[in-house]
């Protein structure tokens, strides 16, 4: 990651030229670790976005919408309180490290003018945000407390004084020389010695440096580096379109690969970080969603376990109905206090041992076994209905299981954690973000024939496509026996051997791929038109029966041309 001080210093300009005078309207917390601002200035409004995470802290303006949680956190409260309605004085770099500090002024609860300072620190797993008071210098509060316990050196606690950084053993890189670039040679040797710089822009310096005249094509390089002459920033990409890397100045080290280039810093860096981080979030949040749901599936495997296990005992009762009917029949041969007898069977002319409570008589002793004949009877059918209600539910639960792994956005999984919350498999959580009011729109795409297919991304999606949005008429497709979304394909009154056995299997590839099976082969796909599927009354969103239904062996493929 590219956010080194010559990165840093940019958005400071940037935002000292866009900002300067702006007034705070709204702030928000997205995330326990994101600040957004809304800021209106004579120019028009702008968002600025901060962040303190590990691996995508960064400040840059931004053009995105955010998720709020319903409750602002205790942080976003402060912010509100201090900073609602403050005015930006400036805005601008700590030396050359990668800390901004944004001045505002604003008014205090008795209507005094008080100035506060808002620092953001991009260090990596040391990243913060801290609001100061700018008149003493005391953190008033910060994103991340750090004691003592955590750090001995640098504390960062409310009330303390705010002191920066322990400065590094290394050289500005505004203020390097000629002569002291001249005794490096290779990237680790100009790392060491210059600070502020990204490990890409190191190299860059240390290519120039071999050279004829070297120190001093680097000392001038570096110049206008850090007076931001010649500013280009870009995303620089790899052979599958993804970011590799970022920085505001053309990186030598690329000139082979392609890249994306946009007119200010504030644009590059969100579009490297969302690239990144909108991948990372998606794969916690459906990690976290995805542990949650195994956390409840394996107490009803456990369930499961212990019904089976006293559904056996229940169905080898017969035991008991014996022993009560011989006691019954042989009460002449039981000893008072005897704690067993031995009787003939009846049934098979063998003798057989009957275990007895000595406290009691024969006649009761007989009467106990009858009574837990009777109760185990009565449990076969209680533990029958109970399994067949953990069974309901483990199946429907490895189905959202499915679309959880296969989730491609966190709004699509935010809709799963709340169907499983409105189905009682899991707790709101508190804070939890409001989803959107409207409902989100499957999945669609069009084969080579040009035939509409749409695909559901979660059960209760899978039930308003089959049966509110599909036609009788239309084809409707799920794996065989896997779990998987719903798939229904437009047949625009055609039968399937009407629509041809392309489109169909272009269909079956379509619902293959968003399946469980995604990553195998020759994967069955069952297709029957829409009116011969049915929803069982009181059935689990997403699961049906059906009938007359064919099945193709298909390999999971998406069509290129998805809509």
Same mark, same amino acid.
């Given at each position: ?11 400071? =300009? ?26 209106? @200035? ?16 960064? %400040? ?36 050359? /490290?990668?800390? $901004?500090? $944004? ?26 945000? @801290?609001?100061? #008071? ?11 407390? %750090? ?23 290394? +050289? ?39 050279? *004829? ?7 001038? !390089? ?8 010649? !500013? ?6 790899? /052979? ?7 920085? +505001? ?16 810093? *504030? ?9 990144? *981080?909108?991948?990372?979030? %998606? ?14 599936? #394996?107490?009803? &495997? ?39 007898? @031995? ?22 002793? =007989? ?25 309901? #539910? ?39 973000? =409001? ?11 069009? @084969? ?5 297919? !749409? ?32 798939? $229904? ?7 399937? #051997? ?12 379509? =619902? ?14 069952? &297709? ?36």
């Amino acid at each position: 990651m590219a956010f080194d001080g010559l990165v840093t210093r940019a958005v400071a =300009a940037e935002l000292s030229e866009k900002l300067i005078l702006g007034k705070v309207e709204k702030i928000y917390q997205p995330e326990s670790d994101e600040l957004v601002f809304n800021i209106h @200035t004579q120019s028009g409004n702008h968002k600025l976005y901060m962040s303190c995470a590990t691996n995508h802290a960064r %400040i840059h303006l931004s053009g995105e919408s955010y998720e709020n949680p319903a409750q602002p956190p205790a942080f976003c409260m402060l912010m509100r309180k201090h900073l609602h309605g403050a005015r930006i004085e400036s805005v601008a770099q700590a030396g050359c /490290e990668r800390i $901004i500090e $944004i001045s505002f002024e604003t008014q205090n609860e008795l209507g005094f003018s008080v100035n506060k300072k808002l620092i953001v620190e991009i260090m990596g797993k040391h990243s913060n945000i @801290t609001l100061t #008071d700018a008149g003493t210098g005391r953190i008033i509060d910060c994103m991340k407390h %750090i004691s003592i316990d955590v750090n001995r050196v640098r504390q960062l606690l409310p009330g303390k004084t705010y002191e920066y950084p322990p400065a590094q053993d290394k +050289i500005p890189f505004d203020e390097v020389t000629e002569s002291d670039l001249a005794q490096l040679s290779g990237e680790k040797a100009v790392l060491s010695k210059v600070g502020g710089i990204a490990p890409a822009v190191a190299r860059e310096i240390a290519g120039v440096l071999t050279e *004829s005249g070297g120190p001093a094509k680097a000392c001038t !390089l570096l110049k206008s580096m850090s007076s931001l002459k010649n !500013l280009s920033p870009a995303v620089y990409l790899d /052979e599958a379109g993804s970011p590799l890397d970022f920085h +505001i100045f053309a990186l030598s080290e690329f000139d082979a690969g392609s890249k994306k280039e946009f007119a200010s810093a *504030s644009e590059a860096i969100e579009n490297y970080f969302l690239s990144k *981080s909108t991948t990372n979030r %998606i794969r916690q949040k459906s990690g976290d969603l995805e542990r949650s749901l195994q956390a409840v599936l #394996d107490k009803l &495997y456990l369930k499961k376990q212990r019904l089976s296990e006293d559904l056996l005992r229940a169905q080898n009762s017969d035991e008991l109905r014996l022993f009560g009917e011989l006691l019954t029949a042989n009460l002449h041969l039981v000893q008072p206090g005897a704690k067993s007898v @031995t009787v003939v069977n009846y049934y098979d002319g063998q003798e057989i041992s009957i275990p007895l409570d000595e406290r009691l008589s024969a006649s009761r002793n =007989a009467q106990v076994y009858f009574k837990k004949y009777g109760k185990a009877k009565t449990a076969i059918h209680e533990k029958q209905t109970q399994l067949t209600e953990a069974d309901i #539910d483990i199946n429907y639960l490895e189905s959202v299981k499915s679309f959880v792994q296969n989730a491609s956005s966190i709004e699509e999984t935010e809709a799963l954690r709340e169907e499983l919350v409105s189905g009682g498999y899991l707790s709101r959580k508190k804070n939890a973000f =409001a989803l959107r009011k409207h409902r989100q729109k499957p999945l669609e795409y069009r @084969t080579s024939t040009g035939y509409r297919v !749409l695909v559901g991304k979660n059960n209760v999606e899978n039930d308003n496509l089959t049966f509110k949005t599909a036609g009788a008429k239309d084809i409707w497709l799920h794996t065989k026996d896997i779990h998987g979304s719903h798939v $229904i394909l437009f047949s625009e009154g055609l039968t399937a #051997d009407e629509l041809g056995e392309e489109t169909i299997y272009e269909a079956a590839s379509i =619902a293959a791929y968003h399946s469980q099976a995604r990553g195998g082969e020759n994967v069955p796909v069952d &297709y029957v038109p829409v009116r011969l599927v049915k929803k069982p009354a009181g059935a689990k969103p997403g699961m049906v029966i059906f009938t007359g239904n064919r099945t193709v062996w298909v390999n999971p493929e998406l069509p290129k041309n998805k809509e």
